[in-house]
């Protein structure tokens, strides 16, 4: 089966009937609950909708790792005219990045997974990411500390997002990371030659609407994720005020509570206060 951006590639380079092309958009609601096609501009040969669901099934998609005989590479394009390479090895080995008409579609392959891994390993290094949509090599994005990105899964339109920290090529760095609904903090991820992405919006919001679910708040300022107070019955606490006296307070969300919470001056129990109160007169040799 196919991605939705190898199926805008794909859409993207070829021409349909005025009826296909709306069986192609009912089928595209119908699985991907939408999904923004539109008519090739530029395209580069005519499609049927029933070579359409024939390439769906069991054809090539722009991205898939292939082998070509003793050599491999990644598809640019295919269309029922044919299939176009964007990059490939030769016969020693080197990543050659230049289109290839394939002159033989038939003997193509998918590639098995150990060299797979090899040839996204190349390209990675080269400095280079492939997008679908776009059936182009583009130059690895790296974000900067504490700024948002995504990694995509292998054959597939999921992709984690995260507040990106640091890589050591084989892994990434997140201070949260999150993937479905698996939420990490402060993890390294294994890249798989996978490179980053910036975040959208969307992406953002998705991140920290399941750290806040999983009580995470995001302190800016300190740039780390600290763990939401539990509030008490009624939202009760008790805190050390200034001439060391326990003082209680209603927690109703704003700033100074959380900033309590952080200096670890926020108390639930009374009796927890009072002795808490008692060690600190102690050490300050006012008791």
């Known amino acids: 089966m196919k991605t939705l951006n190898q199926i805008y590639r794909y859409t993207s380079d070829c021409r349909f009937p005025d009826e296909d092309w709306h069986k192609v958009l009912l089928y595209c609601r119908k699985r991907f609950k939408g999904g ?124 984690g997002v995260g507040m990106y920290l640091e890589s050591d090529n084989s892994k990434y760095h997140f201070l949260a990371y999150l993937y479905k609904d698996e939420l990490q903090m402060d993890c390294w991820i294994d890249s798989n030659y996978t490179p980053l992405k910036p975040a959208s919006e969307a992406d953002i919001k998705r991140l920290h609407s399941a750290t806040s679910k999983a009580g995470w708040s995001y302190n800016e300022r300190g740039h780390k994720f600290i763990k939401i107070p539990q509030k008490g019955k009624d939202n009760v606490y008790w805190y050390l005020n200034d001439r060391f006296e326990l003082v209680m307070d209603r927690d109703n969300g704003a700033k100074k509570h959380l900033e309590r919470w952080e200096a670890g001056n926020y108390i639930l129990d009374y009796t927890e206060g009072l002795l808490f109160m008692k060690d600190v007169k102690a050490m300050r040799g006012k008791a």
Not at 67 to 77: A, D, E, H, K, P
Not at 85 to 96: F, K, M, P, S
């Open 36 to 159: 923004k096609i539109h008519k090739a501009l530029y395209p580069k040969a005519d499609s049927t909708y029933r070579q359409f669901r024939k390439w769906i099934e069991s054809g090539l998609g722009a991205g898939d790792y292939i082998s070509y005989g003793n050599t491999m590479g990644i598809v640019g394009s295919s269309t029922p005219s044919g299939v176009t390479l964007a990059a490939y090895c030769d016969y020693e080995g080197n990543l050659i990045v230049n289109e290839m008409e394939v002159l033989e579609p038939e003997r193509l392959q998918h590639l098995e997974e150990p060299r797979v891994t090899e040839l996204k390993r190349l390209i990675f290094e080269k400095g280079l990411d492939f997008s679908v949509r776009t059936s182009k090599f583009d130059k690895i994005y790296t974000p900067q500390k504490y700024f948002y990105a995504t990694i995509q899964k292998p054959n597939s339109d999921e992709v």
